[in-house]
């Protein structure tokens, strides 16, 4: 049939299509096409049609090229603008998303009935060069090593850490959770801006920390303060950024938090969130490229893996086999957005991986040991050369995101303490106790003496000035250390702030 002079009879089709289009038909209560910008203005309601009974007849020559269009999309006209059959209604009801919603909202009593815990020591330790393909399931379990007992069991307890790392340890736990208190106090007394804290997470950072070698490069986030602190970065080197002031080694040019320390294998922390595995993974291929021996090790959150940087990421980690660790702390919140919106349903974050043959495990965060373990069998995958791997730590943010965030605003109050893997300072804290390697008379005698170290160094930090008060790093630093050579632009600046 010929377009211009056939005459197309819409009836029933036309109604629907002018339903389902609207925005590209536009119809006045006499049913008679309007110009586009009158009937731009009215609500869809308001076109009043009879879908048993209106019938229109229009050339089709005297369509709109969109009309045209939509008419061919919804089988009116054919491709060739033909007229077609008329479409059997399908009875489906019309299409919806799906908004995943937390458990619990605040005042309702928490539920973690749905989250699968398998038995500590359930999850068997595979061969150091398995195939991705031979350990989907890990990638959908969870590796515990302490159970509810505090016993350590099972094929990863194995090779574990001595008498002294696991106090060390549990010390390192403690200096965080400690640090964390005091800089929170010290936000809340306007010595710092801002803060952010590791609470309940403690044992992802400490542990991960001990798994790597000198040379290795963390991409951190914001709440990976243990893996310095872990390995005797200075305390008040940390508060002097946390306090803006004179002297700050990042010199007033990051957040508080946001630290850096390449001999300590720190990459500067990034604001923009996810960056951080691109550049871990470009970094460990680099240092294949230079026939090095040193691995990276990316991090990432639960939230942050919608972020495309995560996924490109992963393209360029498992088609080149970059010797890189690629952590996900899933800590079940995104400052108020519940950890479901990132993974979706029946899912884990472990398993994206899999789609990229990359081994994925899923790990017990609030578990000491178990981080340790996984963490060194992933380090020492990467450093053999057999490619990179993934780890999903399961963990929950006792804290609020951060001092702009007020998490009892979105789920009730008593989450955290009824969190089923625990609370991780406790757990090594009994564990230990239980081996005869610790005692609640060394643990308060512990506790007192971090304390007394962290009230030092920010008695000495403070010395050199905080937020409002104090010296201040001169404002022409801002200026030097970017560019070799300063640009004409950046000179006029300096020039005109007469710095
Ligand atoms: C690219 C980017 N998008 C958004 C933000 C704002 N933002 C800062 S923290 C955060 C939540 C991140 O949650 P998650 O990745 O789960 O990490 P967590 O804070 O729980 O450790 C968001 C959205 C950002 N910093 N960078
Ligand atoms: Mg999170």
Redesign the pocket.
């Known amino acids: 049939m010929k377009k211009d002079d056939e005459k197309i009879l819409f009836s029933k089709s036309l109604i629907r299509t002018k339903e389902l289009c609207e925005g590209l038909f536009y119809y006045d209560n006499h049913n008679n096409r309007e110009p586009r910008h009158e009937a731009r203005v009215k609500k869809r309601l308001d076109v009043k049609t009879e879908p048993e009974t209106t019938k229109e007849t229009v050339t089709s020559g005297q369509m709109t090229k969109l009309e045209t269009n939509a008419v061919k999309a919804l089988g009116v006209l054919d491709q060739a603008g033909d007229h077609m059959s008329e479409q059997t209604p399908l009875p489906y009801s019309p299409l919806t998303l799906r908004v995943p919603e937390p458990q619990c909202r605040p005042g309702d009593t928490p539920d973690f009935s749905n989250m699968v815990v398998p038995a500590a020591g359930a999850v068997r330790r595979p061969a150091i060069d398995i195939k991705a393909s031979e350990i989907h399931d890990m990638a959908y379990s969870i590796i515990r090593i302490l159970d509810n007992d505090g016993e350590p069991v099972g094929d990863w307890a194995e090779d574990g850490l001595d008498d002294d790392a696991l106090r060390r340890g549990l010390r390192d736990m403690m200096k965080v959770r400690a640090f964390d208190a005091r800089m929170l106090m010290a936000q809340r007394q306007g010595k710092t801006s801002f803060y952010?804290q590791a609470l309940g997470?403690e044992a992802i950072a400490c542990a991960h920390a001990k798994a790597l070698r000198k040379g290795d490069m963390n991409f951190p986030?914001?709440?990976q303060q243990g893996l310095l602190l872990a390995n005797d970065y200075p305390v008040e080197t940390m508060m002097n950024q946390i306090y803006s002031n004179a002297e700050d080694p990042l010199k007033g040019r990051q957040l508080p938090i946001m630290y850096s320390s390449k001999e300590d294998g720190f990459f500067t922390i990034s604001?923009?969130?996810?960056?951080q595995y691109i550049q871990a993974v470009g970094w460990a291929m680099a240092s294949a490229i230079k026939g090095d021996t040193s691995i990276a090790s990316a991090w990432?959150?639960?939230?942050?893996?919608a972020?495309s940087?995560f996924h490109s990421a992963l393209v360029f980690a498992s088609t080149y086999q970059a010797p890189v660790v690629l952590n996900v702390?899933?800590?079940?919140?995104?400052?108020s957005?519940f950890?479901g919106i990132?993974v979706g349903e029946g899912g884990t974050l472990a398993a994206r991986a899999l789609g990229f043959g990359i081994p994925a495990l899923r790990v017990d965060g609030n578990d000491y040991l178990a981080v340790y373990a996984v963490s060194k069998w992933a380090a020492e995958r990467a450093r053999r050369n057999l490619g990179p791997t993934m780890i999903e730590y399961v963990t929950y943010?006792a804290g609020g995101?951060?001092t702009s965030d007020e998490p009892s605003a979105y789920r009730p109050k008593e989450e955290s303490t009824a969190w089923p893997l625990g609370d991780p300072l406790e757990r090594m804290k009994e564990f230990l106790i239980k081996r005869g390697a610790w005692s609640q008379e060394r643990h308060v005698q512990a506790q007192s003496e971090i304390e007394s170290e962290i009230v030092l160094a920010q008695k000495s930090a403070e010395k050199n000035g905080t937020l409002h008060a104090g010296n201040k790093v001169s404002a022409s630093e801002m200026f030097e250390g970017v560019y070799k050579e300063m640009p004409e632009n950046l000179r006029r600046q300096r020039q005109e702030a007469g710095v």
């Open positions: 952010m997470e986030t914001y709440r604001g923009n969130l996810a960056t990432i959150g639960d939230g942050s893996t972020e940087d702390v899933n800590n079940q919140w995104a400052i957005t950890q990132a943010r995101h951060s």
